[in-house]
Structures are given as structure tokens and as C-alpha cells.
């Protein structure tokens, strides 16, 4: 493969092709094509996917897929799901799609096979997740677990917290869940101050079992408990690990009994439908965990199998690169039309900025393109009031996605359609916007004209689902997911590393220690130096 993907054949039309058309309005693209939306729109199953708003002609669209083919998106994509290590940098797979492979299917990483061993986790986790809803799992005085807290960050977080905020509509409601992942003590403060010892189970979620905000918290949870339950025993029955780290687990003192293990081969922004996802199973319960599952890997099988053409993350991930890469945008807004997602945008912002964040190439060569864009949303319609106003008529191209539900699952009268109405909205006012002519028609004053004028042409794609449910959400994240991995093949990345967080935690392991030993001289910039002085004083 040419790494010098600007000198690739298909990049150099693109270019040519984006002079051509990059003035070109949507409101002429939709006029000059009355197929429009047959040509841009796709349905798989209950998922709706318009993308006839964006700014491409069929000429875009043809180049774009010309280019994943340049690209070699199928054959890495087959070497994905095949468990071979293109985590280069890491020497490891990268199969998330196992976890959510149909038990009886075989795959094979270092001459293990991977499917087996995921399910025997998923049956210890239903196993553990039905004794707690059931009440059959005690704590240490005999009392039921009514409070479940997991204790987490990235990746053995966000998926956590966006999983049971979406899906709280299918928690068991009796059950108390909170999430703990920052090292600002307040965070853990505030989760436990109304509950007791006697009735909480902590969940120590991290891969590696070492990360410094995961393991300060689950200790300052451990003195919590002990300080009420006087016994070390209590730990056994109200401490449960998920960890590839057996060696650490242990040390922590928890019965690696009670370990849910996961794999080197899942990336942490890519868990939440490993073992992390236990506290998932707790709230929804077993049944609805594996719905979520099959969600995933109904997406999964599309991606792997259809057409360029017609593959929904393909498309979205190219339409990522033709924004960025020719429009120079540089933010993705993700919009969901639904209360339960509003933690979606903050989930999505690990699974995409830690995957393609990446300045440097596969083969170590700096790239000389950008590479991936900021992420950020916020559930519908609050966003309309705030900043939206920026979408429509401010200076910088923002492509949009709107996720929307046909069905409430609340469906209390007038909510649903205004919600809906909404979107739909939204999506025309950015392409169509309206025009100075028909402002002035309205009987402006000249003076206002400029100001009520809304120029349009501003892209968004429009995903609508039958209802929001384990299944839907499972689709819609494997949706996500295989768009980062189809940008991060266009660039020639490798998504699948985050040594960009490195270096800020070496030297805060260095600063902690020169915060508690004011006696250490200090030796970093003159700006940090002053700093740690102010703060010690
Ligand atoms: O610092 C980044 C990171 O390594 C993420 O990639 C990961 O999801 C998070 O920290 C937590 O890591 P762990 O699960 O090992 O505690």
C-alpha cells in the first residue's frame, strides 16, 4: 500500500473533484437529482440511515469508495475480525467483535481459540449478575445488595455509565447504581454518602488493574467499608474485580473468584460489552445483556459483509475523511434525540479521539493530513437552545448526526412527535436554510434581512430506529466503532493504541511525589515549578 496517501490516485481526484463542487449547495444537489434519496439513504433492519444531506454528488460518493479501496479497507478489515495483530504497536489483536460472537464459532489468537472463553465469562457474569437482582448474593451481615458501585475510567467507565444511563428504562429498579472514576475525591464522596456499607458492592473495573485513579478509588471504597463492617472478611462478599491482571487482583485482595477476566485483544474504549459490562448485566439484567450483544454483532456482520456501497460505518467513516480531509472540518456533532443517550457524546469522544487521535503514521511517518476530529453532542432538543445557534449561522462547518427513536418508551401524549418534529427540523433548516429573498418576502426590514438569512448547505446525516433497546444500542455503538476503524485505514493509522496518555501520567506519578515530600527540589519548567510552589504553601 502507497503510505503517501495524499499522492494516492484516488486522494488526487478527490482534490480535483472537491474544487469542483465544494460551492455546489445542497439545495441544487437535491434539485438536480430527483433520485436523491434513493440513492442515499439505506435500510438495515430497523435502521434507517439517510445520508442524502451531505454535501456529495454520486461522483463523491464513487471517489470516496474508490479510495477505501485504494486503501485496502476489506483486507484489513478481514484481518480484524480474523484476530490478526494489527494493534502493531502493542503486538496484539484487536477483537472486539468476538465478544460478541455466537458461541460454536472459532477464532484464533496465538493458536488459542477466543469464542469459548468469552462465553464461559458470560455465563459466570449472568451467574453473579441473577444472584444479585435475586437477592441471593448476600452481603457480609446477610443483608441484600441494594447499591452497586463501579469503580472505573475511560474506557471501564464510559461504556459503563452510557450503558446503564441508556438502558436505566430495562434496570431493575430496586437496585442503586453509581460510578466512580474520578481521582477527585469528591467523586467518591458523593456516590456512597447515602448508602450503606452492609448493602453496596463495589465493581473494580481496570484492564490493567494499575491505573492510578481506579486503584486510589477502590482503596478509599475499601477504608469506606472496613471503617463500617470492622472485618477484612466483609471484602470477599462486597468487592468483585474485571481485570485482565490476576497477579494485581489478587495483591488488591480480591478472591480471584470473584475476578470477571477479559483479554489483552479488548481495547479499553471497546469493553463495554466485555466483563466491563457487568454492572450492565446487573441493571438489565442477563437476557437483555445478550440482547445488546446480538445488537453489536448484527452490526458487526454487516459491516463485514456488505457491499461498500451499502455499508453504513464504510460510509460513515469516508464521510468523516471527505469533511475533514477536503472541507477541513475539524468537530463531528453527534445528536441524540433521546433522553437516555445524553451520555452517548462523552462515550463517544474516548471510542473516537483515543482511537484516531494520531499524528504519526502505521510505519512511523508523520502524517501530513488531519486525522481525527473532535467529537462532542448533546441530547436533543437541549441543544437546540444552546449551541446551536453556532450550527446554523456561525463561521465553521459542523456535519451533524442526528439519532432519533420512532417509538417513546415513555409515551406520554404530544412528547414523542414534537421530539421527532424536532430532528427533522433540524436537519432541513441546516441543509436548506432560507435564503435572504425569502426573508425579505416576509417583510423584514432591510436591516434585518442579513441577520434572519440562514445560508444552509450545512451536512448531516439522519439514523432513525424503531425503539431505543439493548439491541438498538448495541448496533448503534458496533455503528460507531467501525466508522473509527474505517477513518483510521484511510490514514493509515493504527486506532487501536493511546500512547498520547502516557507521558501525563509519568509526570504526575513524579509530581505526587514531590507534593507529599515538599523537600524535593524541584527541576521542571520554571511555570511548573511555580505552580507545585504555590501549592505548597
Ligand atoms: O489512560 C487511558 C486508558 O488507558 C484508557 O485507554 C483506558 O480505557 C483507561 O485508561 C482505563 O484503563 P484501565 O481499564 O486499565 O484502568
Redesign the pocket.
Known amino acids: 500500500m502507497n503510505n503517501d496517501i495524499k499522492k494516492s490516485r484516488a486522494w488526487k481526484k478527490l482534490e480535483d473533484h472537491y474544487n469542483k463542487i465544494k460551492n455546489k449547495h445542497l439545495r441544487d444537489l437535491f434539485r438536480e437529482d430527483p433520485k436523491r434519496i434513493q440513492k442515499f439513504t439505506l435500510n438495515n433492519g430497523d435502521l434507517y440511515f439517510d445520508f442524502s444531506k451531505h454535501r456529495i454528488t454520486e461522483e463523491t460518493f464513487d471517489l470516496l469508495i474508490e479510495l477505501a479501496i485504494e486503501r485496502k479497507l476489506t483486507d484489513r478489515r478481514e484481518a480484524m475480525f480474523e484476530g490478526k495483530k494489527i494493534n502493531q504497536t502493542e503486538n496484539r489483536a484487536v477483537l472486539h467483535t468476538a465478544l460478541r460472537t455466537p458461541s460454536g464459532n472459532k477464532i484464533m489468537v496465538d493458536n488459542e481459540e477466543v469464542v469459548e472463553p468469552v462465553h464461559a465469562v458470560l455465563d459466570k457474569m449472568s451467574w453473579f449478575a441473577s444472584r444479585v437482582r435475586s437477592g441471593q448474593w448476600k452481603g457480609f451481615t446477610g443483608k441484600k445488595i441494594r447499591n452497586v458501585v463501579n469503580i472505573?475510567?475511560?474506557?471501564?467507565?464510559l461504556g459503563p455509565v452510557m450503558a446503564y444511563e441508556a438502558l436505566k428504562f430495562y434496570s431493575q429498579r430496586d437496585l442503586n447504581f453509581r460510578f466512580v472514576s474520578n481521582i477527585d475525591g469528591n467523586d467518591f464522596a458523593e456516590a456512597v454518602r447515602d448508602f450503606e456499607a452492609d448493602e453496596t458492592l463495589f465493581i473494580v473495573?481496570?484492564?490493567?488493574?494499575?491505573?492510578l485513579?481506579?486503584m486510589t478509588n477502590a482503596h478509599t471504597a475499601r477504608k469506606w467499608l472496613l471503617d463500617q463492617l470492622k472485618n477484612e472478611k466483609a471484602v470477599a462478599d462486597h468487592f468483585v474485580a474485571v481485570?485482565t491482571n490476576e497477579a494485581e487482583v489478587k495483591k488488591f485482595g480480591i478472591n480471584p473468584q470473584n475476578m470477571f477476566e477479559f483479554w489483552d485483544w479488548v481495547?479499553?474504549?471497546y469493553?463495554m460489552d466485555s466483563a466491563?459490562g457487568l454492572s450492565t448485566m446487573i441493571a438489565i439484567g442477563p437476557e437483555n445483556f445478550n440482547e445488546l450483544l446480538k445488537g453489536f454483532h448484527e452490526m458487526d456482520e454487516h459491516f463485514r459483509s456488505a457491499p461498500l456501497k451499502q455499508n453504513i460505518p464504510v460510509i460513515m467513516g469516508l464521510l468523516n475523511v471527505w469533511y475533514g480531509n477536503f472541507f477541513g472540518t475539524q468537530t463531528q456533532a453527534v445528536l441524540p434525540y433521546n433522553r437516555y443517550l445524553h451520555r452517548f457524546p462523552a462515550y463517544l469522544q474516548?471510542l473516537t479521539m483515543?482511537s484516531n487521535g494520531k499524528h504519526v503514521q502505521l510505519n512511523g511517518a508523520k502524517v501530513d493530513y488531519q486525522t481525527g476530529a473532535i467529537y462532542w453532542g448533546e441530547a436533543g432538543t437541549n441543544g437546540q437552545h444552546s449551541f446551536y445557534q453556532l450550527i446554523h449561522q456561525g463561521t465553521i462547518l459542523i456535519p451533524c448526526d442526528f439519532i432519533g427513536f420512532k417509538k417513546a418508551l415513555n409515551p406520554l401524549p404530544l412528547h414523542q412527535d414534537y421530539l421527532m418534529a424536532n430532528i427533522f427540523a433540524q436537519g432541513e433548516a441546516l441543509a436548506f436554510g432560507k435564503t435572504a429573498a425569502e426573508v425579505a418576502g416576509e417583510g423584514v426590514s432591510d436591516a434585518l434581512v442579513p441577520h434572519k438569512t440562514f445560508e444552509g448547505n450545512r451536512p448531516s446525516s439522519t439514523l432513525i430506529l424503531d425503539n431505543l433497546t439493548p439491541e438498538s444500542l448495541g448496533k448503534l455503538i458496533a455503528l460507531y466503532e467501525h466508522s473509527v476503524f474505517v477513518q483510521g485505514v484511510i490514514w493509515g493509522i493504527n486506532s487501536f493504541d493511546?500512547m498520547g496518555?502516557e507521558l501525563g501520567?509519568v509526570l504526575a506519578k513524579k509530581i505526587i511525589g514531590e507534593l507529599q515530600n515538599k523537600s524535593i527540589p524541584l527541576n521542571h519548567d520554571e511555570s511548573t515549578n511555580a505552580l507545585i510552589e504555590h501549592y505548597r504553601k
Open positions: 472505573g475510567i475511560g474506557g471501564s467507565d473495573s481496570s484492564k490493567t488493574f494499575t491505573t485513579e481506579t481485570s481495547g479499553g474504549r469493553s466491563i474516548q483515543e493511546q496518555v501520567k
